[in-house]
Each structure stands twice: as C-alpha cells, then as structure tokens.
Nanobody
Framework: QVQLVESGGGLVQAGGSLRLSCAASGRALNTYAMGWFRQAPGKEREFVAA????????YYADSVKGRFTISRDNAKNTVYLQMNRLKPEDTAVYYCAAPVQRKSSWSGDYWGQGTQVTVSS
C-alpha cells in the first residue's frame, strides 16, 4: 500500500511558475517509478511526466516538454514537478501516482487526492 499526498497548487498568472510536491508513505520511494497526471474540467486525465526509480530517466508529455521538470528526493520520499512558463491550458487538477508504467499509455496503481492548479490569462 502506498499513500500519496500532493501539495503546492494554487492560482498563478500566465508565464508564472509553481512547484508541486508529492509526499509518499507506506513503501520506500526508491522502489518504483512515479509520475504526474492532470485532469482539466470536462476532459480525461492525461499523463504529464514520469521519473524512474533512481531519477536518472524522465519522460514528458509533448505539451509540457521544456517547461516542466520532474525530480525526486528518495531520502525525503518526495517527488516534485517544477512548472515554468505556465499557460491557461495547464489549468487542471494535478495528481501524483505510483508506481507508474507505460504500456499502450501511462498508468498508475496508487493516486493522491490531487491539487488544483489554475493559470489565469
């Protein structure tokens, strides 16, 4: 069993930055890959970013590549999502998930409760 708690969401103007955090408990963080997903109103949940167990390999959706950075601190059992140059279309509830895997698409086994990110134009 894995428990995930996201934080760091909020309201920001377009072009601004936010850093999301996901604190994990229940299992050592370095035993699995982790990821971020988001869901905008009226849309399906979509993959944002993922990071390997050791933090060496990262993956990004094309829509955030070059603007978002995923990282992890296994000693703190925490994964981060640094979001820069935010756009109104980034507005969504952001979810942390673990472990994550990619088959036909990215998916996760356990999910946090989500944190709202709102980007105003």
């Amino acid at each position: 069993q894995v428990q995930l708690v996201e934080s760091g969401g909020g309201l920001v103007q377009a072009g601004g930055s936010l850093r999301l955090s996901c604190a994990a408990s229940g299992r050592a963080l370095n035993t699995y890959a982790m990821g971020w997903f988001r869901q905008a109103p009226g849309k399906e949940r979509e993959f944002v970013a993922a990071i390997s167990r050791g933090g060496i390999t990262t993956y990004y959706a094309d829509s955030v590549k070059g603007r978002f950075t995923i990282s992890r601190d296994n000693a703190k059992n925490t994964v981060y999502l640094q979001m820069n140059r935010l756009k109104p279309e980034d507005t969504a509830v952001y979810y942390c998930a673990a472990p994550v895997q990619r088959k036909s698409s990215w998916s996760g086994d356990y999910w946090g409760q989500g944190t709202q990110v709102t980007v105003s134009s």
